[in-house]
């Protein structure tokens, strides 16, 4: 069977699904969890990066889906690194002896991949390869699910996975947050920028009328005001706003970014 490759038509869905991702409300907890730990190591992430080239949210999200951020385990594949790798991709790293120091497995796994800073690491090359990461099957043999790995705990997946190695499931549901998500959400929060991203144009129709809040308005009407924005400006390039009706700080830069002005209310307008 031919490769998967990065075609323009694969970019775009990758780049479509992102923006239009929602999280799952009930996973909205586990998944800013998750996003503290991966801030709280961003160094430990970014030094990878500056050795590699790989950018370092790659290498932490492939680190929690591999090995749940655990720095006594193999990127490759979550294997101890007391030993060589024994599952897929097994006796890595080939070179040294065990125990292998986290650092020295890291630039193993991203080296038998061939993951430099000389891939594409756009939003669409970034997501074409963790998907590649854990294999191509849901999208060659069970294109109805969008692969968990990407897109657990989000409204692109509901059901369906690979119990184990070549044994599929309609009904099994991923308990695990998909790479994606983990993603979409630090970018929410203002932890990561991606950089391939256009800045957004000037709007084309009237914005919704919204005053700044740090919570939610516990007016109804005002809160889904609130949403109805937010909505809006996840339409534009590069913006990737919480729909949560609190248009607090990140809602009002965003704004912003796309009319020139801070939203009405915020405490920063002079």
Not at 102 to 119: I, K, P, Y
Not at 228 to 249: E, S, Y
Request: proline share 9%.
């Amino acid at each position: 069977m031919p490769p998967v490759t990065l075609t323009p038509a694969l970019r775009q869905e990758y780049e479509r699904l992102f923006n239009a991702m929602d999280i799952v409300p009930a996973r909205q907890g586990t998944v800013d969890r998750l996003c503290d730990g991966i801030v709280a190591d961003r160094a430990r992430y970014a030094a990878v990066e500056r050795s590699s080239g790989v950018p370092w949210p790659f290498v932490a999200v492939v680190h929690n889906m591999e090995a749940d951020r655990r720095f006594d385990r193999h990127l490759h594949n979550g294997d101890p690194l007391t030993a060589r790798t024994r599952q897929v991709p097994a006796g890595r790293p080939k070179a040294g002896a065990p125990p292998f120091t986290w650092e020295v497995s890291c630039a193993d796994a991203l080296a038998c991949r061939s993951l430099s800073g000389a891939n594409d690491w756009s939003l669409g090359g970034m997501l074409y390869q963790l998907e590649g990461y854990n294999g191509w099957g849901y999208r060659r043999f069970h294109p109805h699910v969008l692969s968990p790995y990407l897109w657990s705990f989000s409204s692109h997946y509901d059901r369906g996975k690979y119990v184990a190695d070549g044994r599929w499931s309609d009904d099994a549901r991923s308990a695990q947050c998909g790479a994606a998500v983990l993603l979409r959400r630090l970018a929410e929060r203002g932890a990561i920028h991606l950089a391939d991203q256009p800045a957004p144009p000037p709007p084309a129709a009237a914005e919704p009328m919204v005053r700044y809040s740090a919570a939610r308005p516990k007016d109804a009407a005002a809160a889904a005001r609130a949403e109805d924005l937010q909505r809006w400006l996840n339409t534009f390039p590069g913006i990737f706003v919480k729909v949560d009706g609190a248009p607090g700080q990140r809602t009002s830069d965003a704004y912003r970014r796309v009319t020139g002005h801070l939203l009405p209310g915020d405490p920063r307008v002079a």
